[in-house]
């Protein structure tokens, strides 16, 4: 498909940029439906501080349709907006930018329902359950936001800095009277947490290519058949810890289909239409 003056844009705002699947997984989704868009990379480095604001007002200024936000600039990019979901405020970042009609810029936060939608593909329920959140960085907020959001009973929260676990618990508490959020440390707590969980979630980068030998675990705690590890890391496809959980009989998740997913539902809030998903997925070369 050519460029024309008809060609609406949409792009990632990041630093680096350049590993991304999202351009080549957005335009094979924008080709297989007829659509004359095109996703493009758009670096912008942390220094000099201003260049974040630039960037943002740059996408209303060049007419683009909106834009996914990535690491570093998920926080830095929220004052440069004219409104936010309760989403992107609870978990305090923005990972995709609307343009309005009228040019105005709404930040959203598609990782937390892109999380939930994919445990729902591999047929996980998750109302009334009780679930083991691994870390307390950017993306335990959006998962804890989204395990939440969606009726689980209980999400605990481990990290080796227990403080930082124990703010999300505290930040999230006044958005959902139903679930209930406590924190601990981790490695002491798993074996004590790991035992009455229907959902464990590694949310840290233990065990990511290149570092394949990272585990988020205490090896002497076995899992059991009854559940479900998910491991948001998707390179390698399994990591120790989905190996280990494989071994003891637990369904085993990889971060894949939320990848895939939080695309699909920023598709969906762009242009109005359904993401083919499945084009998506395979676009995306994992």
């Known amino acids: 498909m050519e460029l024309s003056g008809k060609t609406h844009l949409v792009g990632l705002i990041g630093y680096p940029v350049s590993h991304s699947v999202s351009p080549p997984m957005h335009n094979a989704a924008f080709a297989k439906i007829g659509l004359d868009w095109r996703y493009v990379p758009l670096p912008v480095p ?13 996408v209303r200024a060049l007419g683009m349709k909106g834009a996914n936000v990535t690491v570093p600039h998920k926080q830095a990019v929220m004052p440069h907006l004219d409104s936010l979901t309760q989403a992107a405020r609870a978990i305090g970042a923005v990972n995709t930018i609307s343009v309005g009609d009228d040019g105005t810029l709404n930040g959203d936060n598609t990782d937390a329902p892109g999380f939930v939608r994919d445990l729902l593909d591999h047929g996980v329920t998750l109302n009334g359950k009780r679930v083991l959140l691994l870390g307390a960085g950017g993306s335990a907020r959006a998962v804890a936001y989204g ?47 790991a035992v009455q969980s229907d959902i464990i979630v590694n949310s840290t980068s233990l065990g990511m290519s290149p570092h394949v030998d990272g585990l988020p675990w205490n090896e002497s705690v076995a899992f059991h058949t009854d559940q479900v590890v998910y491991d948001l890391i998707y ?8 190996a280990k959980a494989k071994a003891d009989g637990a369904q085993t998740i990889n971060g894949l289909g939320m990848l895939v997913w939080q695309g699909a539902i920023a598709f969906e809030l762009w242009t109005g239409q359904p993401a083919p998903i499945d084009v998506m997925r395979e676009a995306s070369g994992r």
């Open 46 to 58: 942390t220094e000099p501080s201003t260049r974040i604001g630039e960037a943002v007002c740059g």
């Open 147 to 193: 395990l939440a959001e969606a009726g689980c009973a209980t999400v605990t929260l481990l990290n080796r800095t227990q403080a930082r676990a124990k703010q999300i618990a505290a930040d999230m508490t006044p958005f959902f009277a139903n679930c209930l959020f406590a924190s601990g440390s981790m490695p002491d707590d798993i074996a004590k947490i």
């Open 235 to 242: 390179s390698p496809a399994e990591t120790r810890l989905l």
